[in-house]
């Protein structure tokens, strides 16, 4: 203030006050006399950072009804009483469960084709139109809240750090963004995952994953749930002192590098490649912002996100720890939007706790199962299932199989699911055989149902040709056949026995199966550098030559209670280490129940039950 009034300035000084809360934004468009307000948007970034470099998503993640309401009769309030004809942009806040108004200015607003575009309400026609004389109620549109599109929508900020290198490159009120980019998905997380990609950001973990984080004192009690989330999925944290030891207090591994500008290793990890993101908050002196500057324009430099704002990293680490990556998002065409959400009739089928959701596609109209797994398989907010099955025409068969895993990766082979088609096919009057075929990625599959009063009971697949050749699974191992083959996956030494099932799967003999930590282990297998395309990994006992006691890993699915290429594989890796016979039913004991194997030189037949879970119809 001193300096402020050493001008001898006469006027009034106005002080304001901050509070950190929700941040919202409203456009609205109002004749004088009514008026339509076609989306509220709320701000990933708490108030304090100008809404041009806020993620802005729509329609709101966190507001409640009552809330939304009272935004609602407060923006009308406020364009009625400025009398304003044609467009007026609104910003709120919420603190502290009030709603307070930062600002209202009676213009159009950087938001206006981005709601626009998702909403299909074309404001700047409609508010021309007010303009010059029409009412609002004629143009077709209606009054109030406009209805919500069957789309979440995302505005992710671009910046240009490195043209303009000696910027400061933290969040603030000053404005920075040079740009904008929109990513429309089925929920917040699909449509988060494109914002952040399209603008630039590299949303995916490396081999040598690490975190480098320095936050200010005011922001070490926020980081740590942040730095747990990131330590859970497997990154390295480095951090400096003080934030190293808010992060450890908890238990979470950090290891601690010296403050910034101060000590040389902090450029040499990012020079070696092994820090992947950098979340950093300080403080205002001049000293800092002049060695953040220099970190942040060297990660621009890498091509590694510096992030400066929690709320910001926050984001980024729930995408990071969600299943989407740039395979299993659906690709919007935005100028054929649709207008409601669609609706699927499913069937939730399994065997020995193996369970798929079965939807017909016979028409084609499915265009993106992959985006569709991540959120239907899931056990707590969708259907939930190991994966999807689509169910479609063929000319080559009776019908075609395609299976999704629940992360949304296609696979060639589920003995299961076959079995579990064939019956919702004959069941439904879709194929009436008792003998069909199914065409699948690895060539057609002869089925053979048995019935009890007219419905399927139980099926049996014709696998085809199992090989221990693995010259099509392309290992990294310079072998062509993996049998008893020696490894170190997790730290552990193993012997491995590969098997090729039109999928690829990798068999390891266990003195004690329940003993294995598959949770823990399963992963590891799945994404170790012998397998560059992922594996399957069964962990086997023989209990006799008879019988296999089994539990799986699937690739892209987790741990499954049963799978049907499993069993196989786990049958023919027990022969090719000389536990079993050929030529014999062998029963594969997994966690949901038993699978009879018959394996021969010729072919590997799965044979067990099929069951209906329920039938529906879900919104997407």
């Not at 009054?143 to 603030?172: M, W």
């Not at 934030?243 to 290793?265: H, Q, S, W, Y």
């Not at 950093?280 to 500057?293: A, Q, V």
């Not at 907010?381 to 075609?400: C, F, H, N, T, V």
Request: proline share 4%.
């Amino acid at each position: 203030m001193e300096i402020i009034l050493s001008g001898k300035i006469e006027n009034p000084v106005l002080v304001d006050q901050y509070l950190m809360g929700k941040e919202l934004e409203v456009d609205v468009i109002s004749d004088g006399t009514d008026v339509l307000i076609p989306g509220v948007m709320q701000h990933i970034e708490r108030t304090g950072v100008h809404s041009g470099d806020s993620i802005a998503v729509y329609p709101p993640f966190s507001i409640g009804d009552k809330m939304l309401q009272t935004i609602v009769d407060c923006s009308e309030k406020l364009a009625l009483s400025l009398k304003t004809r044609g467009l007026i942009n609104i910003q709120y806040l919420i603190y502290q469960g009030e709603l307070y108004v930062i600002e209202v200015n009676p213009r159009a607003s950087r938001t206006v084709p981005y709601i626009s575009k998702v909403t299909g309400v074309p404001m700047v026609d409609l508010a021309t139109r007010v303009m010059v004389g029409q009412p609002l109620k004629a143009l077709g549109y209606g009054t109030g809240l406009y209805k919500r599109p069957p789309y979440v929508a995302v505005k992710v900020p671009v910046f240009s750090f490195e043209k303009i290198t000696d910027a400061n490159a933290a969040l603030s009120p000053e404005m920075k963004s040079t740009g904008e980019v929109l990513g429309l998905g089925a929920n917040m997380q699909e449509a988060l995952f494109k914002g952040l990609v399209s603008a630039g950001y590299k949303v995916e973990k490396s081999g040598h994953a690490g975190v480098l984080i320095s936050v200010n004192r005011r922001d070490q009690p926020e980081i740590v749930n942040i730095a747990r989330k990131l330590d859970e999925m497997g990154f390295r944290l480095y951090a400096t002192d003080g934030t190293a030891r808010e992060i450890g207090r908890l238990g979470t591994d950090v290891e601690i590098v010296g403050k910034l500008g101060r000590d040389n290793r902090v450029f040499q990890l990012l020079e070696s490649g092994r820090i992947d993101y950098v979340i950093l908050t300080g403080s205002t002196e001049p000293e800092y912002i002049r060695d953040f500057i220099h970190l942040n324009h060297r990660c621009v430099q890498l091509g590694i996100p510096c992030l400066t704002s929690l709320d910001t990293a926050g984001a980024l680490t729930d995408i990071l720890a969600s299943r989407y990556n740039q395979e299993n998002t659906e690709l919007v065409d935005i100028c054929h939007l649709r207008t409601e959400r669609q609706k699927l009739p499913f069937a939730k089928m399994q065997t020995c706790g193996n369970d798929y959701i079965f939807l017909e596609n016979f028409s084609g109209e499915i265009t993106c199962p992959e985006s569709l797994c991540v959120t239907l398989c899931d056990r707590h907010y969708g259907i939930g299932a190991d994966g999807i099955i689509l169910m479609e025409g063929s000319r080559k068969a009776d019908a075609k199989m395609r299976m999704f895993n629940a992360d949304g990766s296609e696979g060639s082979m589920a003995g299961n699911a076959l079995r579990c088609m064939a019956k919702y096919l004959y069941d439904n009057g879709i194929v009436r055989k008792e003998e069909m075929t199914l065409e699948t990625d690895k060539g057609t599959k002869t089925v053979r149902v048995y019935t009890t009063d007219g419905r399927v009971t139980s099926a049996c697949v014709d696998m085809g040709y199992a090989t221990l050749d693995t010259t099509a699974l392309r290992l990294n191992i310079p072998k062509r056949q993996v049998v008893n083959y020696p490894v170190e996956i997790a730290g552990q030494p193993w012997e491995i026995t590969c098997v090729d099932m039109g999928n690829p799967h990798c068999v390891v003999f266990c003195s004690r199966v329940d003993g294995v930590d598959v949770a823990r282990i399963g992963p590891q297998f799945e994404h170790a550098p012998y397998f560059p395309d992922r594996i399957n990994t069964e962990f086997i006992r023989v209990v006799n030559p008879s019988t296999i006691k089994m539990r799986v890993w699937e690739r892209g699915s987790g741990e499954t209670l049963a799978c049907g290429t499993g069993a196989c594989a786990a049958v023919v890796a027990a022969v090719a280490n000389g536990l079993c016979e050929k030529g014999r039913d062998i029963t594969v004991r997994v966690q949901g129940g038993d699978l009879v194997v018959h394996y021969t030189d010729e072919a590997v037949t799965l044979t067990g039950d099929a069951k209906l879970v329920y039938t529906g119809v879900v919104e997407y």
